[in-house]
Structures are given as C-alpha cells and as structure tokens.
C-alpha cells in the first residue's frame, strides 16, 4: 500500500531531502509571487491552475476528516487492519481536543504550481521544491497513496499504513493532535515521472490514483502569533 515505483521508495516514504531552486525557474517566480505582501487571496484563487482531480482529492480529506472527528465509525472496520487500539485512542483524544482538519488554499495554490512546473520533470524534485519551501515554518510530513476513484474510504487505512511506517512515535503524536493544515494533491499513474530521462519507472496500471497528503504543522519555535486569522483556511 502506497509504494509505486521501485526508484528512492525510501526517499518518497521518508524525509524528503533538502532541495534546490532554481531562481529562473517557473516554480521560484510563481512561490515568489504567491507568498508576497499585499497580494489579494481572491486573485490568488483565480490565477491557480485547477488540478483535475481536486474533487477527489477533496473527497479524500473529507473521509480523513471524517474519520479525524467521528473515529467510532471507523471502528469495526479497523479491527480488519489492525488499527483498532489507535482508533479508540483517537475517540478518547476527540473528547477533549479539535481534530477537525483544514485546508490551506495558498498551500494548495504553491503545491499545484509545483506539480504543474514543466521545468521540473521527477516527481521526488517536486517533492523536494515543496518541502523546501515550507522548511522555515512548518514540519512538513509528505504521504503518498495509492487508490481508485470511488473507494475514498479504503485510502484512511493506506495514510495510517505508510504514517506508521514512517515513523511509529510519531504516528501516535500526529493522529492524538492537531494537524495545523492538510492538503491534498492526485496525479494519474500515467503522468508520474520518477526519472528526467525516461518513464522507465512509472506505474504501469492507469487505473490507480496516487494521492500525495501534505501534512503541516508549525514549527515549536515559531511565533504564529500573525496567523491567528487566516482567510485562506478552510474545513469540509
């Protein structure tokens, strides 16, 4: 579950290595415009190249959300994979603490700029340009799934899989806590490039979806005071 190509698995899996970026390039010019001063989020919103599968990807933060705020739901069907105890922890930590999610629409406009930056072809790059640009501020943990359009719910059990993965003390500190921000982003198998000169190494099964889950949260020794209000947040 979520492992799609035999090329730096781990590196996708795992922390994202410090990049590079290049000051001519589309993505430099589009991250320095969207994070500029006196820039109307309205506009921002306009100008944003819409990925195709935004719905889906939506979809999937909802049934995250969903399961986030309503973990009894989830129950009998995480005794099937084995995430039972994480789940009661979850009902028990949901009395007491928010856990609804929401999505940053500026985050999502750098992040489609990002994937839709022709000068950079592999997707670990991507990957990179990303959490490079977020580093200063955020603890910015990067999942990637894979599923089928229509089965949303089947996707919860992938994220857990892969978080658990990553790292097993902190998948019990990110899913009994807040999660500042969550975005979303799908990509069709067909259109993955793991290497700049071939697609030697892309999924072959058009059918399945890989759905990257951006998870944000602040870094402890930064002083968030001037994001109290922020109207680009939004929750489903």
């Not at 010019?29 to 921002?44: A, R």
Request: aromatic share 12%; hydrophobic share 35%.
């Amino acid at each position: 579950m979520g492992v799609c190509c035999n090329c730096d698995k781990q590196d996708i899996l795992t922390e994202i290595k410090k990049g590079s970026m290049a000051e001519g390039s589309a993505t430099y010019h589009n991250f320095k415009y969207y994070t500029s001063d006196g820039v109307n989020s309205e506009k921002i919103l306009m100008k944003q190249k819409e990925n195709p599968l935004k719905e889906y990807s939506l979809q999937l933060f909802q049934e995250f959300n969903k399961f986030r705020t309503e973990p009894q739901s989830f129950y009998a069907e995480s005794i099937k994979y084995n995430f039972d105890d994480i789940v009661k922890e979850i009902i028990e930590a949901e009395k007491e603490k928010d856990l609804k999610l929401k999505w940053s629409t500026k985050k999502e406009i750098i992040i489609n700029n990002i994937f839709n930056d022709q000068n950079v072809k592999q997707i670990k790059s991507k990957l990179i340009l990303i959490k490079e640009n977020f580093e200063s501020i955020y603890d910015l943990i990067i999942l990637f799934v894979q599923g089928n359009i229509g089965n949303t719910k089947e996707s919860i059990w992938n994220v857990l899989d892969n978080l658990k993965k990553l790292d097993e003390k902190k998948f019990k500190e990110i899913m009994l806590n807040k999660i500042d921000y969550l975005v979303i982003y799908s990509i069709k198998n067909e259109d993955l490039v793991f290497q700049d000169k071939d697609n030697s190494d892309k999924i072959e099964d058009d059918d399945t979806v890989v759905s990257f889950y951006f998870l944000f949260n602040y870094l402890e020794n930064n002083d968030n005071s001037y994001n109290l209000v922020n109207n680009d947040a939004f929750d489903w």
